[in-house]
T-cell receptor
Framework: QKEVEQNSGPLSVPEGAIASLNCTYS??????FFWYRQYSGKSPELIMS????GDKEDGRFTAQLNKASQYVSLLIRDSQPSDSATYLC???????????????FGTGTLLAVQP | KAGVTQTPRYLIKTRGQQVTLSCSPI?????VSWYQQTPGQGLQFLFE???????NKGNFPGRFSGRQFSNSRSEMNVSTLELGDSALYLC???????????FGSGTRLTVV
C-alpha cells in the first residue's frame, strides 16, 4: 500500500463546474496535510493546508480532512481552464525523531478543465 | 520578497562524476528540504535541514548528501552519478515546522 494515494486521472470537468480531488493516506499519526498545484514544467505551489478534521475554505478552494477515514479532499468551485494542472496531496508522517517538515507526496491527479 | 533560488537550472553530467546543487531559501526561513522528482517515482524526499542540522533523511543511498550553512543556504551533493539520478531536484524552504513549503524552480540534472 502506498503511503499517500491519489487517482492519477485525468479528471476532466467543464468550465464552471466543481472539481473534486481525493487522497488517502496510510499513517494514522499524520499531522499536517497539504495540497500543491503543479503546472507542466513548473515547480509545485502550495494552495491549501489543513491540520484538523473538517473543512477549510480559501476562495474557490475547500480542503476537507477526515482523520478517522484517513482521507483528504480538495474541492475547486467554478473551475477555470487556468486550474488545469496536476494536484499533489502531501502529508507529514508521524516521526518519532522530533519535529519534521518531511512530506510524503501522492503521485498527483491531473485536472483538465474544458472551456 | 525573493523566492527560493536554485542554481544551476540545468546540468548535464557524465556517469561517475559528482555534482553540487545550491539552494538559497526565502529570507528568514530556517528549514530547507530537498526532493527528487521523476516521472516514475514522483516527488521523493531526500533530506531536511533546520538551523544547520540534518533533521530527517529519506531512503536514498549515501551518494546523496547535503548540508546547510549558517545563513540557511543549502547544498546537496551527488557523487558517482548514475543514469538513474537524472531528475528534477527541488529545494523547498519553510519558516518553521508544519507550515508547508515554498519550492524553488528546481535543477534539472541529466546524467549521460
Amino acid at each position: 500500500q502506498k503511503e499517500v494515494e491519489q487517482n492519477s486521472g485525468p479528471l476532466s470537468v467543464p468550465e464552471g463546474a466543481i472539481a473534486s480531488l481525493n487522497c488517502t493516506y496510510s499513517d494514522r499519526g499524520s499531522q499536517s496535510f497539504f495540497w500543491y498545484r503543479q503546472y507542466s514544467g513548473k515547480s509545485p505551489e502550495l494552495i491549501m493546508s489543513i491540520y484538523s478534521n473538517g473543512d477549510k475554505e480559501d476562495g474557490r478552494f475547500t480542503a476537507q480532512l477526515n482523520k478517522a477515514s484517513q482521507y483528504v479532499s480538495l474541492l475547486i468551485r467554478d473551475s477555470q481552464p487556468s486550474d488545469s494542472a496536476t494536484y499533489l496531496c502531501a502529508v507529514t508522517p508521524l516521526w518519532r525523531g522530533g519535529a519534521t517538515n518531511k512530506l510524503i507526496f501522492g503521485t498527483g491527479t491531473l485536472l483538465a478543465v474544458q472551456p | 520578497k525573493a523566492g527560493v533560488t536554485q542554481t544551476p537550472r540545468y546540468l548535464i553530467k557524465t556517469r561517475g562524476q559528482q555534482v553540487t546543487l545550491s539552494c538559497s531559501p526565502i529570507s528568514g526561513h530556517r528549514s530547507v528540504s530537498w526532493y527528487q522528482q521523476t516521472p516514475g517515482q514522483g516527488l521523493q524526499f531526500l533530506f531536511e535541514y533546520f538551523s544547520e542540522t540534518q533533521r530527517n533523511k529519506g531512503n536514498f543511498p549515501g551518494r546523496f548528501s547535503g548540508r546547510q550553512f549558517s545563513n540557511s543556504r543549502s547544498e546537496m551533493n551527488v557523487s558517482t552519478l548514475e543514469l538513474g539520478d537524472s531528475a528534477l531536484y527541488l529545494c523547498a524552504s519553510s519558516p518553521g515546522t508544519g507550515n508547508g513549503y515554498t519550492f524553488g524552480s528546481g535543477t534539472r540534472l541529466t546524467v549521460v
